[in-house]
């Protein structure tokens, strides 16, 4: 493997031309006309630029941008928290449009030198966080009636949705990866306890913020009726067969019952356009102990 040392010297006078053919764009006299080369962050994000109707506009996306799927068609220029920004700028974009959180923040910090627009969307757990993403990517791309448009929908939608689940009586613990046999669990102020709270369970750990492992005596304590987790390409039975096999969870609640229920990761978490559905999705899952719900 080459040394970083090595690499660096070499990659930096391809940034470097890169910034310098950014910033004699950025010298020329502003265009009345809104962004037409947009590189959308975030798989949240680009969902509501297809809902918007703006997609044409999109030139790259990043590796959590996979819905709808012709995204996918796309040039990827990586995962959001692992940006290169000699990918983002090589597709010569006019806007950098990107869900709050991206990094790492010296990549962020040279994109924003590059003095081409970056807007950045802000993120959230509630109905009222995806309004206002809906509200902040129509700025940022000059449509703001179309989505205030889109706005109203999908908060009317979001309002139905949240009518109409009830899980009343059920902790649920979601499990973000058993990578070698570890459990890295969700507490609060995370997207996953989000969609939690909304659907009207209980989160199993409160104790912490954020995502961390979990201790077989802490998932004791959590005692779940239900696990929840992304849904992994793959044998499901095989699958769960491990996850129950796993001393810690073998002795809650939801191993008694196997009460799985696995999901899309940007379908469940994303909060955007796709949430009043995915809702319905977990709440029918969640009451039925166990189940793939697909968005």
Do not use: W
């Not at 493997?1 to 006299?29: D, F, N, W």
């Not at 306890?193 to 304590?221: C, H």
């Amino acid at each position: 493997m080459i040394a970083r040392s090595l690499v660096r010297p070499l990659l930096r006078p391809v940034l470097s031309s890169l910034l310098c053919a950014a910033a004699l764009g950025a010298a020329l006299p502003a265009q009345a006309d809104p962004a037409s080369r947009v590189v959308s962050i975030g798989g949240s994000v680009t969902e509501i630029v297809y809902a918007l109707g703006e997609e044409d506009r999109l030139v790259a996306r990043d590796t959590t941008s996979n819905h709808p799927a012709a995204v996918l068609d796309l040039p990827d220029v990586g995962y959001i928290r692992a940006l290169s920004p000699e990918g983002v700028l090589s597709v010569s974009p006019d806007l950098i449009l990107t869900e709050e959180g991206a990094g790492p923040p010296e990549s962020v910090d040279l994109l924003r030198q590059a003095d081409i627009p970056f807007a950045e969307v802000p993120d959230g757990f509630t109905a009222e966080a995806i309004l206002a993403k809906i509200r902040a990517v129509g700025a940022a791309l000059e449509v703001p009636e179309k989505a205030e448009a889109l706005a109203e929908t999908v908060g009317a939608d979001m309002r139905a949705a949240l009518d109409s689940v009830d899980v009343k009586d059920k902790r649920v613990l979601f499990i973000l990866s058993m990578q070698g046999g570890r459990i890295l669990a969700s507490g609060t102020d995370t997207a996953a306890a989000g969609m939690i709270r909304l659907v009207g369970a209980q989160n199993a750990v409160t104790s912490f913020s954020g995502y961390k492992p979990l201790t077989d005596e802490a998932v004791a304590q959590a005692a779940p009726d239900v696990i929840l987790m992304m849904d992994r390409q793959g044998d499901h039975a095989a699958a769960n067969d491990q996850l129950f096999a796993n001393p810690a969870i073998s002795t809650t609640p939801a191993a008694k019952s196997r009460a799985v229920v696995r999901m899309d990761g940007m379908y469940l978490l994303g909060f955007s356009v796709r949430t009043p559905d995915a809702l319905r999705d977990l709440a029918a899952a969640l009451n039925a102990g166990h189940g793939d719900a697909e968005g």
